[in-house]
């Protein structure tokens, strides 16, 4: 019988206007055969009126955000809602690189010094996907 890795619970926070071809393409390497590890897709697509309440559900419900950050993730202020939440309900987040040219820019609120920006490798978004926060880091914010 083959090991079957746990379902991690992942929202993907992500600029709607630019960087849904990112999301796309996170989801879609997650399902290729020889990837350790699922997501399920809690992410939100479209902004309603209750958008809000509805990211808090959904990021309580996740194990952790992926954070996609491209060329204007600084300005999306949906994005700094979505951190904004995680760390009001103790869900760790951690910001992926999403593009190999120009400068990705941090979403605001975000720290260099607290909040390491991982470049999309597969190491990397593995560790990601399982990493358990420290105790202190809720504390602080």
């Not at 959904?58 to 300005?75: F, N, P």
């Not at 951690?94 to 040219?101: I, T």
């Not at 941090?106 to 720290?111: H, I, L």
């Amino acid at each position: 019988m083959a090991f079957s890795p746990k379902k991690t619970r992942v929202f993907i926070s992500f600029d709607y206007d630019h960087d849904d071809d990112l999301r796309r393409l996170l989801l879609g390497q997650s399902k290729k055969q020889d990837t350790p590890f699922s997501f399920e897709d809690w992410s939100i697509k479209h902004e309603t009126k209750g958008w809000k309440e509805d990211a808090r559900k959904r990021i309580k419900l996740s194990d952790i955000v992926i954070v996609i950050c491209g060329h204007y993730t600084h300005q999306a202020i949906g994005v700094t809602e979505e951190i904004k939440i995680a760390r009001e309900e103790g869900v760790p987040y951690h910001l992926l690189k999403g593009r190999k040219d120009g400068i990705c820019r941090r979403p605001a609120g975000t720290s260099w010094f607290w909040d390491t920006m991982y470049s999309w490798t597969w190491n990397n978004i593995r560790s990601i996907s399982t990493v358990k926060p420290k105790s202190w880091w809720s504390k602080i914010w």
